[in-house]
């Protein structure tokens, strides 16, 4: 079993380098450090826009006034308005916004927070806890404050926009490459009749598809280590980085198994192909904007994979995050093998 699997995938990677699937491969990767090194600013402001309005008119208004006004005087996307109508207007408008209300209840002052709806309620408890600590710094201006950091030894430092996309790169290209080049493979193979005439031979289906997957990992690999190197150089975590990316390579490439097995050329699978794609990459939106998480985000496999790869590339010593995902998608991974081979064995070996 192990000679028949390490001659198909010497096979494989003879296949690849003639296709040119390691050229483009390593040409993409070299593009994207260019535009990231290059191209895209080191510095954009993704914080949500806060629209508020005072309505308080008791004894404690010139505290929450100078609050949002220190706040203002920090960052140039908050706003006052002239009433809440105003504030939902705006927000109708921008998505990435939150309003806030201060208003008079029973003869006290009343935080109102305006929300989208899509929220996580950990962002929620820290707006109303940051709001919480400006006030109390206003009434009492001699508090003083202590932070505690639990990991001393990281020195963790404001990651640039312009990297922090590299994430993003990692598992959209990658980590989610099998799931197209893996079918375009298949059914390349499928046309030139060596499916068929390996159906006949003495190896298993299970060695075919492992080859391919093997595959895909060793240029997923490629991609991430020449993309890593020339963004952030020796200051990612390597280690994690290649097995997450080995996880979900195997867990993307054995989604482009299942869905391949059902067709009989890349023509009539590209719209599933398509489809699962854009799936998985919704979870990117959360990237970006943190606030926008709701659950059927959050249930994508692909969401937990961008923060774990985002640990990896920028460490800052949250190392359950990162096997928490590996574990995760070694499971999703051995359950998409498993599939792929029952599909195998029912459509694609068919007559």
Same mark, same amino acid.
């Given at each position: 079993?192990?000679?028949?699997?390490?001659?198909?995938?010497?096979?494989?990677?003879?296949?690849?380098?003639?296709?040119?699937?390691?050229?483009?491969?390593?040409?993409?990767?070299?593009?994207?450090?260019?535009?990231?090194?290059?191209?895209?600013?080191?510095?954009?402001?993704?914080?949500? #826009?806060?629209?508020?309005?005072?309505?308080?008119?008791?004894?404690?208004?010139?505290?929450?006034?100078?609050?949002?006004?220190?706040?203002?005087?920090?960052?140039?996307?908050?706003?006052?308005?002239?009433?809440?109508?105003?504030?939902?207007?705006?927000?109708?408008?921008?998505?990435? #916004?939150?309003?806030?209300?201060?208003?008079?209840?029973?003869?006290?002052?009343?935080?109102?927070?305006?929300?989208?709806?899509?929220?996580?309620?950990?962002?929620?408890?820290?707006?109303?806890?940051?709001?919480?600590?400006?006030?109390?710094?206003?009434?009492?201006?001699?508090?003083?404050?202590?932070?505690?950091?639990?990991?001393?030894?990281?020195?963790?430092?404001?990651?640039?926009?312009?990297?922090?996309?590299?994430?993003?790169?990692?598992?959209?290209?990658?980590?989610?490459?099998?799931?197209?080049?893996?079918?375009?493979?298949?059914?390349?193979?499928?046309?030139?009749?060596?499916?068929?005439?390996?159906?006949? #031979?003495?190896?298993?289906?299970?060695?075919?598809?492992?080859?391919?997957?093997?595959?895909?990992?060793?240029?997923?690999?490629?991609?991430?280590?020449?993309?890593?190197?020339?963004?952030?150089?020796?200051?990612?975590?390597?280690?994690?980085?290649?097995?997450?990316?080995?996880?979900?390579?195997?867990?993307?490439?054995?989604?482009?198994?299942?869905?391949?097995?059902?067709?009989?050329?890349?023509?009539?699978?590209?719209?599933?192909?398509?489809?699962?794609?854009?799936?998985?990459?919704?979870?990117?939106?959360?990237?970006?904007?943190?606030?926008?998480?709701?659950?059927?985000?959050?249930?994508?496999?692909?969401?937990?994979?961008?923060?774990?790869?985002?640990?990896?590339?920028?460490?800052?010593?949250?190392?359950?995050?990162?096997? #928490?995902?590996?574990?995760?998608?070694?499971?999703?991974?051995?359950?998409?093998?498993?599939?792929?081979?029952?599909?195998?064995?029912?459509?694609?070996?068919?007559?």
């Amino acid at each position: 079993m192990t000679k028949r699997l390490f001659a198909l995938v010497k096979k494989d990677i003879v296949s690849g380098y003639r296709n040119y699937f390691f050229l483009v491969v390593m040409v993409v990767a070299v593009i994207f450090a260019l535009i990231v090194n290059f191209a895209i600013p080191k510095d954009l402001d993704i914080k949500p #826009s806060v629209y508020y309005n005072i309505e308080y008119e008791g004894e404690n208004k010139e505290i929450f006034e100078k609050v949002m006004m220190k706040t203002a005087s920090k960052h140039n996307n908050v706003y006052k308005m002239n009433s809440q109508d105003d504030i939902v207007e705006n927000m109708e408008k921008n998505f990435n #916004s939150i309003g806030i209300i201060i208003k008079e209840y029973r003869g006290k002052p009343t935080v109102e927070l305006i929300m989208q709806g899509y929220e996580n309620r950990e962002v929620i408890n820290s707006l109303i806890l940051s709001l919480k600590d400006d006030i109390d710094n206003m009434v009492r201006e001699d508090l003083k404050i202590n932070t505690i950091f639990l990991n001393k030894e990281i020195d963790q430092e404001k990651v640039p926009f312009n990297k922090n996309v590299l994430p993003i790169f990692l598992t959209m290209e990658p980590t989610m490459l099998g799931l197209t080049i893996i079918a375009a493979f298949i059914f390349m193979e499928k046309d030139e009749g060596t499916i068929k005439a390996y159906k006949v #031979s003495p190896g298993r289906i299970s060695e075919y598809l492992a080859s391919k997957i093997i595959l895909m990992i060793i240029l997923g690999l490629i991609s991430t280590i020449i993309s890593t190197f020339l963004v952030v150089g020796f200051e990612a975590d390597y280690f994690n980085l290649i097995l997450i990316v080995i996880v979900g390579s195997v867990f993307a490439s054995g989604l482009g198994l299942i869905i391949s097995s059902f067709f009989n050329n890349i023509s009539e699978s590209m719209i599933w192909i398509i489809f699962t794609s854009i799936v998985l990459l919704i979870p990117f939106a959360s990237y970006f904007v943190p606030s926008f998480a709701p659950i059927y985000i959050r249930i994508l496999p692909t969401y937990l994979l961008q923060f774990a790869i985002r640990e990896a590339v920028f460490p800052s010593g949250n190392i359950s995050l990162i096997y #928490s995902t590996i574990g995760t998608f070694a499971v999703l991974s051995i359950i998409n093998y498993i599939v792929a081979i029952f599909a195998y064995k029912r459509n694609l070996t068919r007559g």
